[in-house]
């Protein structure tokens, strides 16, 4: 009898779906060099990721959770990377 396992879901925490809405926006980014996230300062991106996790919140959170998590992460980032001379 074939069987077939359920797909586990690829961002797994809130944090970890807050960090792909906002890249996916553009509002941060990678060190190319060390992989520390970078904030990059774009009024635009943030509104735009915000207006995703209004729109599109993930499975268990309210749109208010999902905003905040995205916010809580913004304020956590800066916009230099720590190695980075």
């Known amino acids: 009898m074939l069987m ?17 809405v906002l890249q996916e926006a553009g509002a941060i980014r ?3 060099e060390h ?11 943030r509104e735009r990721a915000i ?3 209004r729109k599109d919140p993930p499975v268990g959170l309210s749109t208010d959770e999902a905003v905040a998590e995205v916010q809580e992460v913004l304020d956590s980032i800066g916009d230099t990377c720590p ?3």
């Open 30 to 32: 990678e060190c190319e």
């Open 35 to 45: 992989g520390w996230m970078q904030d990059r300062a774009d009024p635009h991106a």
């Open 83 to 85: 190695e980075c001379q």
């Open 51 to 53: 207006e995703i996790a």
């Open 4 to 20: 077939t396992r359920q797909r586990r879901p690829a961002i797994r925490t809130p944090r970890g779906w807050a960090i792909h």
